[in-house]
Every structure is written in structure tokens, then in C-alpha cells.
């Protein structure tokens, strides 16, 4: 999980940028109070989506990627080389069943992530930590299962059903996988049959959003 002391790092990167106070920068973005910006000073609180959405509106060279997660530059200009990544922001669940239906909601420019395709947001719970209120998925398309690696995280398509979980090969029985959530006492294992796999998709990295 990001470290939400950096969150006020970056924050205060942010705030230097405009030369203002942080009662000043906080009325400039449209917040009727600071009190936020003092949580995220004391690491109580990470950087939210709303929060960066009201930064990017006043100023939209700042990064969306690296206001929220630290990857990358602060500024869009200052991008070198690296990858230009579709990113969709609808919930994973309700676009990677019919993905080329969708337009993507950004681009998002990536310097150190390489080997991703796309980018989609998910809420899903079993594989977030507590604090964690949705992730950012770089994913990879996979062609055939034996591109799948045990251990590994990747996002499934199972008849009309996504799931985002760890694979663990079963050696009794090579047809059936066992998923893995991150919180195994309230997401038990499921067991699959690898016929029913539709689309496999390598989760290559992923960007957490912390609550606020």
C-alpha cells in the first residue's frame, strides 16, 4: 500500500507549485475547509480521488498517476519515454466482458510499468487491503492458459463472471485451479475448471487508492 506519509510529500509539491498557503490552496480547489489537507499533513488520510480530480481541474499538467500514487513525473511535460496506457475507469466488472465496446477514459503515461496493455479500475474487496478504497489494474492479455503463472495474480473471465485473484494450480486434478483472494477468512478459495476460462488477463501491476 502507498505510505500516506508520502501522499503529503507529494501534496506538498503540489501546493508549492501555486505559492500558496494551505488555506489558500485548500479555498483555490474548492474545498470549504482545510481540515483535509491537515489529515493528509499527519498521515491520518491518503490523497482521494476527489481530491486529486479538484487539483488536475485547477491545473491540468499535474499527473493524475503520480498525484495518487507517486509513479512517474509530477508534471505530464516532463515525460520522457515510457508507455501510454488506455485507462478505463468504470468498474472492471461491467467493461472487461465487452472491453472494445468501451472508449477509454484517459491515457495514462507510465515510465517504469512496461508490459501492460490497459488499465481498468476495481472495487473488488478480496484482493484490497482495509484502507484501500479501489485499485488501478495493469493488465495483460493472455492467448493461452499455459501463459498463466501459478502464484501469480490475474483477472479471470469466467462465463459472464470477472474475478481478480491469485492462481494456485491443483496437481491432482491439472483441469481445476484453486483462486485465492487476499483475505481468505472472508473470501474462502474457489475452485474452477480451467475449460470455463474465456479471457485470462496478467494483473501486471496495480495502484492502490487509499479511503480519505
Not at 481445476?176 to 480451467?194: A, G
Request: proline share 4%.
Amino acid at each position: 500500500m502507498t505510505n500516506k506519509f508520502n501522499n503529503w510529500e507529494r501534496l506538498e509539491k503540489v501546493i508549492e507549485r501555486f505559492g500558496l498557503s494551505i488555506n489558500s490552496f485548500a479555498r483555490a480547489i474548492g474545498l470549504g475547509r482545510s481540515e483535509n489537507l491537515y489529515h493528509i499533513r499527519k498521515g491520518n488520510y491518503g490523497i482521494s480521488e476527489d481530491l486529486a480530480d479538484r487539483i488536475i481541474k485547477l491545473d491540468p499538467e499535474i499527473d493524475r498517476t503520480w498525484l495518487l500514487s507517486g509513479v512517474g513525473n509530477m508534471l505530464r511535460s516532463e515525460a520522457k519515454s515510457g508507455e501510454s496506457l488506455p485507462f478505463y475507469c468504470e468498474e472492471m466488472e461491467d467493461i472487461l466482458p465487452n472491453l472494445e465496446a468501451y472508449e477509454p477514459s484517459d491515457h495514462l503515461y507510465m515510465p517504469y510499468i512496461t508490459g501492460s496493455e490497459f488499465v481498468v479500475r476495481s472495487f473488488t474487496r478480496p484482493m484490497s487491503d482495509p484502507m484501500t478504497a479501489a485499485n488501478d489494474l495493469f493488465l495483460k492479455r493472455l492467448f493461452s492458459m499455459d501463459e498463466v503463472i501459478q502464484g501469480n495474480e490475474h483477472v479471470l473471465l469466467i462465463g459472464d463472471r470477472i474475478l481478480w485473484r491469485r492462481v494456485r494450480h491443483i496437481k491432482e486434478d491439472p483441469t481445476k485451479w484453486r483462486l485465492v483472494s487476499r483475505n481468505r477468512e472472508d473470501f474462502p478459495d474457489i475452485i474452477i475448471d480451467v475449460r470455463d476460462i474465456r479471457v485470462a488477463w496478467r494483473v501486471i501491476a496495480r495502484i492502490a487508492i487509499l479511503e480519505s
